[in-house]
Nanobody, 125 residues
Framework: QVQLLESGGGLVQAGGSLRLSCAASAPTFSNYNMGWFRQAPGKEREFVAAITRSGGTTYYADSVKGRFTISRDNAKNTVYLQMNSLKPEDTAVYYC??????????????????WGQGTQVTVSS
C-alpha cells in the first residue's frame, strides 16, 4: 500500500509560480513511476505530467509543456511539480499518482494504482 500526500497548493496571480510536492509512504518509492493530474470544476481529471522511476524520462501535456517541470528525489520519497507562468485555466485540484508497471502511455488515469487526496491551485486573473 502506498500513501501519497500532496502539498504546496494555494492562490497565485496569473504569471506567478507554485511548486507542488507529493510525499510517498512507499519504502520502495524508486520502483514507482509518478504522475500529476488535475481536475477543474465540472471537468474530467486530466493528465499534466509524469516521470519514470529513475527520473530519466518525463512526459507533459501540451497545455503545460514549457511552463511546468516534473522532478523527483528518490532519497526523499518525493515528486515535485514546478509550475511557472500560471494561467487562470490552470486552476484545479492537483493530484499525484503512482504506478509500478511500465507503460507506453503514462497519461492514462486508469493506469495508476495509487492516488493522493489532492491540493487546490487557484490562479487569479
Amino acid at each position: 500500500q502506498v500513501q501519497l500526500l500532496e502539498s504546496g497548493g494555494g492562490l497565485v496571480q496569473a504569471g506567478g509560480s507554485l511548486r507542488l510536492s507529493c510525499a510517498a509512504s512507499a519504502p520502495t518509492f524508486s520502483n514507482y513511476n509518478m504522475g500529476w493530474f488535475r481536475q477543474a470544476p465540472g471537468k474530467e481529471r486530466e493528465f499534466v505530467a509524469a516521470i519514470t522511476r529513475s527520473g530519466g524520462t518525463t512526459y507533459y501535456a501540451d497545455s503545460v509543456k514549457g511552463r511546468f517541470t516534473i522532478s523527483r528525489d528518490n532519497a526523499k520519497n518525493t515528486v515535485y511539480l514546478q509550475m511557472n507562468s500560471l494561467k487562470p485555466e490552470d486552476t484545479a485540484v492537483y493530484y499525484c499518482a503512482a504506478v509500478r508497471a511500465y507503460s507506453t502511455n503514462y497519461g492514462l488515469r486508469e493506469l495508476y494504482d495509487y492516488w493522493g487526496q489532492g491540493t487546490q491551485v487557484t490562479v487569479s486573473s
